[in-house]
């Protein structure tokens, strides 16, 4: 559309998407998107972007197809613009030509899309003047939400200001221009905690495992668990930011993950970006107070994990196995950092335990996804064809950590640490019984899809854990 954009006098309507009608950044999210279809692409973004940002988010845009359908959309920013279906209306953004062309088809009543080309980038003072070639000086209102678009509303004649941070409302206000103001609605600190999965956390309380199993509760073994504890804890948040950005479109297809506050646009996946190092500079910060030996471990859990997020979990089978051992990592991190050696009788149990627990989560995941014929589970590698083989499997994990625990109750090892060892044989049968009643809840559908975070909200399992604990100290 060439020429000045008014109709019957109207001025024209301009609105930026990322961060004001669409609640992410898809020049963030596609590359998030490349890396997991291909890791290795990290290696060339530092190559495209020597060509300039235009050119960069070109590059990307061209291996990169997003699923517009399922984008976190500001739903009070299309209402307002569907009301201004009187005058022209334009998309302008500096996101890649493809991207802003693809959301402009879906939502429909576009007259115009500008955005990046590959040669120029569109922001800040370029779209200020390709607006005012555009529509004129004055000729246009403008809806924007950073910092960059205070040098556009300086030439529109009412600035809409969508989702920006105080010291960008105030500025815009200054300039004298605003005209309506769709304030922020989710706290950015508060997702900030809600993104680090807080509620996760309790699975690190296995580094306390070694210490307790070797009966070493001094103040100064609990201080350097407590240490490994908030470690493992920054650690852990770091990769599940990572694995969030990474799994976006999946997560927007899944009928809990989909609120995520990354999939729900309820923070920029620019915040995650500045989360993930920081937690993992953190992390080793507090790692490095327990010496050379647990830094390799934490810094072991952390790629075991990056390659969990980037290959392993769609792998059958290998995405089960590695979720059991980065538990019993833990398990290891907390003889490490005390240090207490971890006996292969715990090292058994945990595998067998955790397999059988991973395994039980993807029956979780099974049950709250209806099965289409042959379908894959979304984001696994797993058909539901084989979700028998592999609740078989996971009962059969459960049951071999069973046998193992009762095969230490009768060995010289537990003879050694207790004075009561066989009343340990309680505990054996718990164990069981504990199991069975988790499968017997999952196949139900009655479980979300963690189960040792069910089993720190569940009732019965917080009795079970009591009963258990009193059977240890009556061994002791």
Known sequence: ?????????????????????????????????????????????????????????????????????????????????????????????????????????????????????????????????????????????????????????????????????????????????????????????????????????????LVFVAPLAAHRLDAGTVAHALVAFAAFCLCASAAYVLNDLLDLEADR????????????????????????PLLLLAALAWASLLGQGFVLVLLGYGLTTLMYSLWFKRLPALDVVVLALLYTLRIVAGGVAIPVEVSGWLLAFALCLFLGLALLKREIEFARVPAAGDSRLGGRGYRHRQRALLRGCGIAAGSAAVVVLALYVDSTKSAALYTHPDRLWGLVALLALWLARLWQLATRGRM?????????????????????????????
């Open 253 to 276: 297809q899944h009928p809990r993950k989909r609120e995520r506050v990354f999939a729900a646009g309820r923070l920029s996946p620019l915040a995650g970006l500045w989360l993930v």
């Open 1 to 205: 559309m060439r020429g000045r954009m008014t109709v019957g006098g109207e001025v024209a309507v301009c609105v930026d998407m990322d961060g004001t009608l669409v609640l992410s950044d898809l020049g963030v999210e596609s590359v998030f998107a490349l890396l997991r279809r291909n890791p290795l692409y990290l290696l060339l973004l530092p190559w495209w972007l020597r060509r300039g940002l235009a050119a960069f988010k070109r590059e990307i845009a061209r291996r990169v197809e997003l699923d517009v359908t399922r984008l976190p959309y500001d739903a009070r920013v299309l209402a307002w613009l569907r009301g201004q279906d009187a005058r022209p209306r334009l998309l302008c953004t500096a996101s890649d030509a493809r991207l802003a062309e693809a959301v402009a088809r879906h939502l429909g009543g576009f007259d115009a899309v500008l955005a990046s080309d590959g040669r120029v980038n569109l922001a800040g003072a370029r779209k200020a003047a390709a607006l005012v070639a555009r529509c004129g000086e004055r000729g246009f209102d403008y809806a924007g939400n950073a910092r960059a678009d205070l040098k556009v509303w300086a030439h529109a004649r009412n600035a809409i200001v969508v989702n920006a941070p105080a010291p960008v409302l105030r500025a815009a206000q200054a300039q004298g221009r605003v005209a309506r103001v769709f304030a922020r609605e989710h706290a950015p600190w508060r997702e900030c905690w809600r993104a680090l999965r807080p509620h996760q956390w309790a699975k690190n309380l």
């Open 448 to 476: 979300h899809d963690d189960p040792l975070v069910f089993a720190l909200t569940d009732r019965t399992s917080l009795a079970a854990l009591a009963l258990g604990a009193a059977l240890v100290l009556l061994a002791m």
